[in-house]
């Protein structure tokens, strides 16, 4: 789209450019998400956008913020990124999570699109806060244990960015870029030149790296 189509100063370099569509992107969703500064979120999906929920959080000035991955490697990213605290997927922890903290979450982010997650999310929110989701949802129907959350809450659903919305991020995001404040080179697991395409595709499907380059 024309709207998003827009320029890339000099002093940007190519493997950071290549990330700005996915950071413009979670940019937007934080207005989407009526984040704010102080609140306490849980992520679940340690992939670009869950890690990016996580920089971009710190320079939002959100509170507490805790990811959950089941792979080690994103895990450890998330925390030099700037996250509290990180757990497997299937940490016996997350289960008492909110007792043991003292209070619920202001809004949980499933960045995995994964119906039982939205479910599980939907328990660990406070009265009034929000269940997030972001990206297209692997089912057609999700059910929600409304007996276990709180009488009120707010759902939102970021499955596609506006043009709008994601070229509003674009200057920000360039910003923070240019003033040292975001982390390409934790994004970017490994490399390939375009003569390995092949390994390099089945590099993705290890599910194991972040972002993979391919240099022409």
């Keep these: 789209s024309f709207q998003t189509q827009l320029a890339v100063p000099p002093g940007v370099s190519a493997e950071d450019a290549g990330l700005l569509i996915t950071w413009r992107e979670v940019w937007s969703a934080f207005d989407d998400f009526l984040l704010k500064p102080g609140d306490d979120i849980i992520i679940f999906g340690g992939g670009p956008v869950g890690l990016s929920f996580v920089m971009f959080g710190r320079q939002k000035e959100l509170g507490e913020i805790v990811l959950v991955d089941s792979h ?19 940490a016996p922890e997350l289960d008492d999570l909110v007792g ?5 979450f202001d809004a949980v982010i499933d960045a995995v699109g994964s119906g039982p997650v939205i479910g599980r999310g939907l328990t660990m929110i406070g009265m009034g806060r929000s269940l997030c989701v972001y990206g297209v949802v692997g089912e057609p129907e999700v059910t929600l244990p409304l007996s ?14 506006t043009k709008s919305g994601e070229a509003a991020g674009h200057q920000p995001v360039l910003d923070l870029l240019l003033a040292g404040k975001t982390r390409g080179d934790l994004f970017l697991s490994a490399e390939f ?13 290890s599910k194991v790296p972040v972002k993979t380059l391919l240099r022409f």
């Design 193 to 205: 030149p375009f003569e390995e395409v092949q390994q390099a595709f089945a590099h993705v499907d």
């Design 72 to 90: 080690q490697n994103k895990r450890e990213i998330a925390l030099k990124l700037g996250a509290d605290a990180v757990y497997p997927k299937n």
């Design 100 to 104: 043991n903290r003292g209070r619920p």
């Design 148 to 161: 276990q959350g709180p009488y009120n809450f707010s759902m939102h659903v970021h499955q596609w960015p």
